[in-house]
């Protein structure tokens, strides 16, 4: 029960850890919003009939209040380069904010667009000799991203990775504590349940090998392998491996050694 207990806990923790490390990253990288402004300018001029978009002219076709809004006239243009045959007018975005941008006017040519102004400003130009200039400013906000589902949906895959592991650890364990009470190894100890671990584990290993994986001293391990060669649950072979961090003596080959026991206890079966 304190096995499982320990179990929950340390996939508890890598979830803290794992989702609040993630959401700091995103949220440094990804949580602040970006502001973009952008400005057009319309001229009217010649009394009214003629619009300057950004430098390209329009010919004023219509002009009407706005059935919505009193405070803005809506103009029908015609591109003068399209009037005279000689390219369609652009299309031009509808503004976001403001009286807006020029917006299609849905007519099939194409070339027909459609704009909204100040009414005082068009009626300024109708009666001046003088252009009237007005602007336009469009401002787009792009939200930052929500980083805490991320961050959680990050924390939860890695917690899950960890149980996964935990749990195979517990079953490799498990089968290393029946291996044992099955060949009459009871006075085993919880060290040597978990030398036998890593030997179901590896199938194939070397006294060095296990006294890196479990910290054990050279004489427990080698006291433990032994018992289980005795039990016919390991045998030594005829390979050898050369000694690792200087572990088995002064860098002599260290002999290998294979774990049998699950052909043995197939064989009962």
């Known amino acids: 029960m304190r096995s499982w207990l320990l179990g929950v806990i340390i996939v508890l923790a890598v979830f803290g850890a794992v989702t609040t490390l993630s959401y700091t990253v995103l949220n440094h990288f990804y949580g602040a919003g970006c502001l973009t402004i952008s400005t057009q300018t319309i001229v009217i001029e010649n009394s009214g009939q003629q619009v300057t978009i950004d430098n390209v002219e329009y010919n004023v076709t219509d002009a009407e209040l706005s059935a919505d809004n009193e405070d803005f006239y809506l103009l029908g243009l015609t591109s003068r380069s399209y009037a005279s045959d000689v390219s369609p007018a652009p299309s031009l975005p509808q503004g976001e904010q403001g ?54 949906t990050i924390g939860i895959a890695m917690s899950v990775v960890t149980l996964a592991v935990w749990v195979g650890y517990r079953q490799t364990w498990g089968g290393a504590t029946s291996t044992l009470l099955e060949h009459g190894l009871h006075d085993m100890t919880v060290r040597d ?41 390991v045998q030594q072979t005829e390979k050898t491996k050369l000694a690792a961090n200087g572990l088995g003596g002064r860098g002599k080959p260290s002999s290998v050694y294979r774990y049998v026991g699950a052909k043995i206890e197939q064989t009962k079966k």
Not at 131 to 146: A, F, H, M, Y
Not at 197 to 207: D, Q, S, V
């Open 99 to 152: 009286y807006g941008a020029p917006s299609l006017a849905g007519v099939d040519t194409g070339a027909i667009t459609q704009i909204s102004v100040p009414t005082n400003a068009y009626e300024k130009a109708q009666t001046s000799e003088e252009p009237v200039t007005v602007s336009n400013t469009t401002t787009t906000q792009t939200k930052p991203i929500d980083a805490s589902p991320i961050a959680a």
């Open 193 to 233: 349940v978990e030398i036998v671990g890593y030997i179901i584990e590896l199938k194939e290993f070397t006294i060095p090998e296990l006294m890196k994986m479990t910290k054990a001293s050279k004489i427990t391990v080698w006291r433990t392998v032994q018992k289980l060669a005795e039990k016919g649950l």
